[in-house]
């Protein structure tokens, strides 16, 4: 079982895993520009870690909106990020 959690870890290392961090760190220039603050971003829509998204992406406000956010090209906070832990942890169990 342990070892299977290791594996499972260490697949998901570098992966999205929808925790949110990046958002509740730091509002994206485009989110900027719809009138969100600089953290928390007000358009970061879900009910918990694991589930969460950009309302803006989700209503394709902008051309290539993902492109321009490097949506879907992995996590670039991965250490100490209690949020992404937490998912990580949920999903192996």
């Known amino acids: 079982m342990k070892q299977q959690i290791t594996q499972w870890i ?4 570098k992966s999205c895993v929808r925790c949110g961090y990046c ?11 719809h009138g969100a603050k600089p ?3 007000i358009f970061l829509i879900g009910d ?3 589930e969460y998204a950009c309302f803006l992406v989700e209503k394709k406000v902008y051309p290539n909106i993902k492109m321009h ?3 879907g090209d992995g ?9 992404r832990e937490i998912v990580i942890l949920n999903e192996a169990l």
Do not use: M, Q, S, V
């Open 10 to 13: 260490t697949d998901k290392t």
């Open 23 to 33: 958002c509740k760190k730091a509002t994206c220039h485009i989110g900027l520009t």
């Open 39 to 41: 953290t928390n971003c």
């Open 48 to 50: 918990a870690p694991g």
């Open 69 to 71: 956010l490097a949506i």
């Open 75 to 83: 996590c670039c906070e991965p250490l100490f990020n209690r949020y």
